[in-house]
């Protein structure tokens, strides 16, 4: 085989495996209903599947999403996530949901999910949403930022920080659909100024510009996850 022909090979196996690892794993089979067994010994990407014959319609089915979530927290805002943990028929399949609800002035504070893209519409209320690009050629961080009203649709591309914030007077609420069967989210205050055991203050400081004593401060705070 020519030398080229060998790179132009190994260049293609190497991509066409980066494809197959960069999202969630193609369906093999109609579907997959999740088995969450704490006793088992093996660890698959993903969960185990129960036997097709041994699925029911539940297994399919999540309810309450009518239901506002408690916002009376340090935020004021509360994440309902059905993904294959509440829901386990869509273990698999690539997808998951979220209800938002923001009180007045409630945040979902910035924060990323590592394996999903987020495709968010307003069913109540107004809010100021936004993402952060990841470093541009020139050194930017670039920020796309709107204000939604009812019925606007917004998309935060996968892994890229983002936030929502109800801009107004009346409770708000948002329903999102994640492109992951398990989005997962780094909440980016929390990630590092609570994680446990603490990063070294030194890191901190010189990351965030910020004196010791402030970066122990906000070291000894309480972070809500979202
Ligand atoms: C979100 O709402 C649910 C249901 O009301 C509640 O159980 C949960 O504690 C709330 N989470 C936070 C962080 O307030």
């Not at 009376?72 to 294959?84: D, E, I, P, Q």
């Not at 504070?109 to 109540?124: D, F, G, K, N, Y």
């Not at 204000?147 to 649709?153: E, F, M, Q, S």
């Not at 398990?182 to 446990?196: C, D, H, L, M, S």
Request: a negative charge; glycine letters at 8%.
């Amino acid at each position: 085989m020519e030398a080229r022909h060998f790179f132009a090979c190994l260049i293609f196996f190497a991509m066409s495996s980066y494809v197959a690892y960069a999202t969630d794993p193609t369906q093999l089979q109609d579907f997959c209903v999740a088995v969450n067994d704490p006793n088992k010994e093996l660890f698959v990407n993903g969960l185990f599947c129960k036997n097709p014959m041994d699925a029911k319609p539940e297994d399919f089915f999540f309810d309450g999403l009518d239901k506002p979530g408690f916002t009376g927290n340090m935020l004021r805002s509360n994440v309902t996530l059905v993904s294959a943990l509440q829901l386990p028929g869509l273990n698999t399949l690539g997808i998951s949901l979220a209800r938002i609800d923001y009180a007045p002035y409630g945040l979902n504070p910035p924060h990323t999910h590592p394996r999903a893209s987020e495709i968010l519409t307003v069913m109540e209320g107004t809010l100021y949403v936004g993402f952060v690009t990841s470093n541009l050629a020139n050194g930017d961080n670039k920020l796309f930022a709107k204000v939604l009203n009812k019925g606007d649709v917004f998309v935060f591309p996968q892994g890229l920080i983002h936030f929502q914030f109800n801009a107004g007077k009346t409770p708000a609420v948002a329903i999102a659909g994640l492109s992951s069967q398990n989005p997962g989210t780094v909440t980016i205050a929390k990630a590092v100024f609570g994680a446990e055991p603490p990063i070294s203050v030194d890191v901190l400081s010189k990351a965030f510009q910020l004196d010791e004593y402030m970066v122990k401060k906000l070291q000894s705070q309480f972070w809500m996850s979202t």
